[in-house]
């Protein structure tokens, strides 16, 4: 595979209880919003609609339709948020495309296009009017509509905000669902999301991965990388969950510094992409998610002694290692089971330990 081709990754999961191992105690209350108050907060960035890939999706005549809801006086879907504690912002859960539409329409210009957002395919009396066109008792109208709200905060378990992260997985279930690390990338704010974000862009690990992945299974990659390497010892499935918990727990570099987190990644990233470059991690075709977990975790130990000088036995220990039937069962089948994840991360260890 050339490394101009979306990098395909294997991580065989299995029936590995993928879903939350708690139960939570969560709060919530309704609020509602005036539509100018909504669009005036968007604009503050009070309000905060994550910014993933596949960005604003709705039509025109879709988003024509809906403004036309509220000229019209119909009820209109609510909302739902979810308050950051430390900045005190409101973080979109579910109506990104319906919060867009009413900005745009008061901006004036239709998404990204530049094109002015006039409204199409609606009803004879407002069919082409802009916010700026409106009458004056539509404008009003519009304005004092009101949106409600369904703020949501977790009261328990009180260490992270874990039942968000479900919360935004179960509300965004229509399109294309967003993937685990997009959602983090959400929720998990801070100075350790940001740091990342710094560490995909590394050139050694670029070479090994190949092109930067827009739906970020390349960065969530690296946070397994971290969670098991400084968190093993407390690693449970389903390993969402465990990643979840572990870049919570560290969202503002609370327990390991940037600097810890950055050179023990770009150390052991550094020495794959010499040694092995775009082949590492690769059993077959596909990067293989457990094979590059155990393999980093088991060099990364063998750093914390020094570097590594004999680049020739670290190959063949890595060649033996995954021609190993036991470490190929462990990497191939439920490999969020702990038995498997515990078994590969001490055969990988073990193999590296040696080598000088």
């Known amino acids: 595979m050339s490394q101009s081709d979306r990098t395909k990754i294997e991580d065989r999961l299995g029936d590995s209880g993928e879903v939350a191992p708690v139960t939570y105690e969560i709060s919530s209350y309704g609020a509602d919003f005036l539509v100018d108050g909504l669009v005036r907060r968007l604009r503050d960035g009070d309000i905060f ?25 119909l009820p209109v879907p609510g909302i739902f948020l979810s308050k950051d504690f430390d900045s005190q912002r409101l973080l979109v859960i579910d109506g990104h495309q319906r919060l867009k539409t009413l900005q745009f329409f008061c901006d004036g210009v239709f998404a990204d296009s530049g094109r002015v957002f006039s409204l ?5 009396q407002f069919e082409g009017l802009t916010y700026g066109t409106l009458r ?115 969202r503002h570099l609370q327990l390991q510094p940037a600097g810890e987190l950055a050179g023990v990644f770009a150390e052991t990233i550094g020495l794959f992409d010499d040694v092995l470059g775009h082949r590492a991690f690769r059993p077959v075709r596909a990067l293989n998610a457990a094979v590059f977990d155990s393999v980093m975790v088991g060099v990364a130990s063998r750093l914390e002694a020094g570097g590594i000088s004999d680049v020739k036995r670290l190959e063949d220990q890595y060649e033996a290692l995954l021609s190993n039937e036991e470490f190929q069962e462990t990497t191939q089948r439920s490999t969020a089971d702990e038995v498997n994840v515990a078994v590969r991360l001490q055969m990988a260890t073990e193999a590296f330990a040696d080598v000088e």
């Open 120 to 124: 199409r395919g609606v009803q004879t």
């Open 49 to 73: 609609i994550p910014a993933f890939q596949r960005g604003f999706v709705w039509t025109y005549r879709q988003a024509s339709r809906f403004i036309e809801s509220f000229l019209l006086g």
């Open 136 to 250: 004056d008792e539509d404008k009003r109208r519009l304005n004092d509509s009101v949106v409600h709200a369904t703020v949501v905060k977790q009261e328990a378990p009180p260490e992270d905000d874990s039942s968000i992260y479900y919360i935004f997985e179960r509300l965004n279930t229509t399109g294309t669902p967003l993937l685990p690390q997009e959602i983090r990338h959400c929720i998990y704010r801070g100075e350790f999301n940001e740091l990342l974000k710094d560490l995909n862009q590394m050139p050694p690990w670029r070479s090994v991965y190949g092109r930067v992945d827009k739906r970020m299974r390349d960065e969530e990659l690296i946070l397994r990388f971290l969670a098991l390497h400084f968190n093993a010892g407390t690693y449970e499935r389903p390993m969402k969950e465990f990643l979840n918990r572990f870049m919570a727990g560290n």
